[in-house]
């Protein structure tokens, strides 16, 4: 890749929405790189700023997905949470079981051996 190359902005679409709410991703590739479903140069129109949009691919157009930005914005949140979460969890497990290794590192049990004699 040449220092020169310029870099073109591409939306890669989705057909769902996804956890940041929006159905699509902002991306830049070089000049030369054809652009094919689900990609497209298309900018998103002035009219749909502040909304939910979405590409129509039948009609070759940004359209309004008619989700509220904000119901999207806490739907966003919550699945972040919910992963959040997860994470969150396995983290305290591996804790947990790092923290019964050092145990047993610092403080190997005692075993004690009890002798018996038998007495004649």
């Avoid at 040449?2 to 830049?28: C, L, M, R, S, W």
């Avoid at 070759?60 to 949140?77: F, K, M, R, V």
């Amino acid at each position: 890749m040449a220092e020169t190359d310029t870099y073109k902005q591409i939306f890669v679409t989705y057909p769902v929405q996804q956890q940041d709410g929006n159905f699509y991703h902002i991306d830049y590739v070089p000049q030369y790189v054809p652009v094919e479903y689900p990609k497209t140069t298309d900018p998103i129109p002035a009219e749909l700023q502040g909304k939910i949009a979405k590409y129509d691919w039948q009609t070759g157009e940004w359209i309004d997905s008619q989700i509220d930005p904000t119901t999207a914005a806490i739907t966003a949140l919550q699945a972040n949470a919910a992963l959040l979460m997860v994470q969150f969890t396995t983290i305290k497990t591996a804790l947990a079981g790092l923290q019964k290794q050092a145990a047993a590192l610092t403080n190997p049990t005692s075993t004690t051996a009890t002798t018996t004699t038998k007495e004649a």
